[in-house]
């Protein structure tokens, strides 16, 4: 059984840091745009990799994460000349609410981590802090993944079905979700994945009913 805890989480991250900027990131680059001093909130950042990208493309981020090494290695994964441009703390999203306005979330594996019982606002707090127009890219695990089978994971991981993402992105623009589902490896060995990545864009203002800005 996995346990997701500080060490895991510091040795999952440790292994990280060479591989490429994860697709969901790149398809959120892909139509955010240059950041051009614009503030992003990477959930989870791990090893930095994505956090880093989106300093590349000229966002200015707030990356968090609770896992011990958070600081230092998020802030290794960005070049020296652009660490002005992040604000790194070690802190899970939901003590992290409320967040400051935010243009673009990104949130790779990490929302999924977040137990059940915080998810909802958690969601609130990451949705009324985008502000209208802004860009949002989450991967949720589905309910057929493996762990959703295993029982001192089934309650402390949050998963979803396909049609309660869909309600949470309701009234959304531009709503791009992408379903996978198939073995493969985790970092604790092989498993069934079952993962829904979404991209979308928060409604403009005044277009959005959800909208209590
Ligand atoms: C599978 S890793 C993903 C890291 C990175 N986003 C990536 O795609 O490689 C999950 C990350 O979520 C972090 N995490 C766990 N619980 C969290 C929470 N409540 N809020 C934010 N991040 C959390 C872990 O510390 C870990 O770094």
Not at 4 to 22: K, L
Not at 190 to 210: C, F, L, M, N
């Amino acid at each position: 059984m996995v346990r997701f805890d500080d060490e895991h989480w510091d040795a999952y991250n440790a292994r990280q840091g060479t591989r490429p900027v994860r697709d969901l990131c790149r398809r959120l680059l892909g139509h955010a745009g240059p950041g051009a001093g614009r503030l992003a909130l990477d959930v989870g950042a791990g090893a930095g990799v994505e956090t880093a990208a989106l300093v590349n493309h000229g966002w200015r981020v707030l990356a968090i994460d609770p896992a011990p090494s958070t600081v230092a290695r998020v802030t290794a994964a960005v070049p020296r000349g652009h660490r002005h441009a992040i604000r790194v703390r070690r802190v899970g999203v939901g003590a992290a609410l409320p967040l400051p306005d935010l243009d673009l979330v990104h949130a790779s594996f990490a929302l999924p981590f977040v137990p059940p019982e915080e998810f909802p606002a958690v969601w609130h707090g990451l949705r009324s802090a985008l502000c209208p127009g802004g860009w949002c890219a989450v991967t949720f695990f589905g309910r057929r993944d493996q762990w959703a089978a295993e029982p001192d994971l089934a309650d402390r991981l949050t998963f979803h079905d396909r049609a309660t993402v869909e309600e949470l992105f309701a009234g959304w623009e531009d709503v791009d979700v992408t379903e996978h589902e198939a073995d493969g490896p985790s970092f604790g060995g092989p498993k069934r994945w079952h993962t829904i990545e979404v991209v979308a864009r928060r409604p403009a203002s005044g277009q959005d009913p959800a909208d209590t800005r």
